[in-house]
């Protein structure tokens, strides 16, 4: 069964005030049957299977943050986090595989004009894998561009993209071109997926196995001058603030960090899910009563699930407080800022410690390689492993509170 093409969301001042009654959002649930039923081949093939690619690229899911006059939806932060939550609920691959779309996609934003209508003359639908960290590659300038060549980590969705996102160092005789107080010049690029290589075997890992997420390398490859753009340095700072429309005028932390966040808590659903199903049907060894009959069983269901939506509801909150400012025509502040990226933070903190009180009271279930407490377990710890919701955000945002200054990490 194909899924029917999502309309375009016309975009006003204020948010959807039910976020789930989204058509979007509710095609997303309404997948997650499906993905199921795909777990076991994503695993064993490590990537997302073409039928479900094509399932998810007929859902619009592709294309949820690209402006409208791309053909794309033009979603809020919100529907958007939301559609991610509910995919990795089916599976942490696909939501995670996603997430990094969109980030990618807004990334791609930030190109010359021509570079964005190259990437996008072929639909909305353009998938983006790739990594938006420093480093991996080097690049010589020539006419009309650079000749690149490197090796990158984290190619997630490499298999079903079209475009590829890296940055570089630029070499002027040898040696890399720096700033003005002497450290080293990136600039990002979007490769053509047929100009690199996916390194087969880079990616053996516990979770996320379905991501992908491959390293891949370019060797002496073109890379036109329309395709690549300053690198924003630490601080992921919005370079696609031109198009119109308060989505793309909220600042870079509406979307980075809570990308990751979403996946993590979407993941935390389905294990307190997993956790539920199970204690209705199991008697623990050396127990007479079902493993739902048990106070610490109910106790930790109660608190997951507690912990799961207070974080979840506090980073929601924060999103919308940047978008009602901006919708206001005002500059958000610093200090807004660091509140919404502490919330992702934070909610994909409290999703960990509710996935592992599952974790914790599923017994030897939780343990066995199929089982789904297993699954949502390796592939939450994962994700939490990611930069963008590290713990070592909390001190940046503690200085911002105490008036100090929080380092190049957040402007």
Not at 240 to 252: D, E, S
């Amino acid at each position: 069964m194909r899924g029917k093409p999502m309309q375009q969301i016309a975009e006003e001042t204020r948010l959807p005030v039910d976020i789930d009654a989204q058509p979007v959002v509710q095609a997303a649930a309404a997948l997650r049957p499906m993905i199921r039923r795909y777990q076991e081949e994503i695993e064993r093939d490590q990537r997302l299977p073409k039928a479900l690619v094509e399932q998810l690229h007929a859902a619009g899911f592709y294309r949820l943050v690209i402006p409208r006059d791309l053909g794309g939806l033009q979603v809020d932060p919100l529907t958007y986090l939301r559609v991610v939550e509910l995919l990795a609920e089916g599976a942490g691959s696909v939501g995670w595989n996603l997430a990094n779309n969109g980030v990618g996609q807004l990334i791609t934003l930030g190109l010359p004009d021509e570079g964005v209508h190259e990437i996008y003359a072929h639909g909305a639908a353009t998938v983006i894998a790739g990594t938006a960290l420093q480093g991996g590659g080097q690049a010589v300038p020539v006419a009309g561009g650079y000749r690149v060549s490197g090796r990158w980590q984290f190619g997630s969705g490499c298999q079903e993209a079209s475009w590829m996102l890296g940055s570089f160092q630029i070499l002027d005789g040898g040696q890399p071109r720096r700033t003005p107080d002497g450290t080293s010049l990136y600039w990002r690029g979007i490769f053509a997926r047929a100009d690199v290589q996916i390194v087969e075997g880079s990616w053996d890992v516990s979770g996320l196995r379905g991501t992908g997420s491959f390293d891949w390398t370019a060797e002496d490859v073109f890379l036109p001058e329309r395709r690549t753009m300053p690198h924003a340095g630490a601080p992921l700072d919005n370079q696609w603030r031109r198009w119109p429309g308060v989505t793309y005028a909220l600042p870079a932390q509406a979307w980075v960090g809570p990308h990751h966040s979403a996946v993590i808590t979407g993941i935390a659903r389905a294990g307190i899910d997993a956790l539920i199903q199970l204690a209705g049907g199991k008697t623990p060894r050396g127990r007479t009563g079902l493993l739902c009959e048990n106070p610490q069983v109910q106790d930790a269901v109660g608190r997951a699930d507690a912990m799961l939506n207070a974080g979840r509801a506090y980073r929601s909150a924060m999103i919308a407080e940047l978008w009602h400012t901006v919708a206001a025509g005002k500059e958000t502040t610093l200090e807004q800022r660091a509140r919404c990226r502490l919330a992702a933070v934070y909610a994909a903190d409290s999703a960990r410690a509710a996935m592992d009180l599952m974790y914790r009271h599923g017994g030897s279930t939780s343990f066995q390689r199929n089982s789904r407490l297993a699954e949502c377990w390796r592939d939450l710890h994962v994700v939490g492993q990611t930069v963008t919701i590290a713990p070592e955000w909390y001190p940046i945002g503690g200085r911002v509170y105490l008036g100090m200054d929080p380092g190049p990490r957040l402007r």
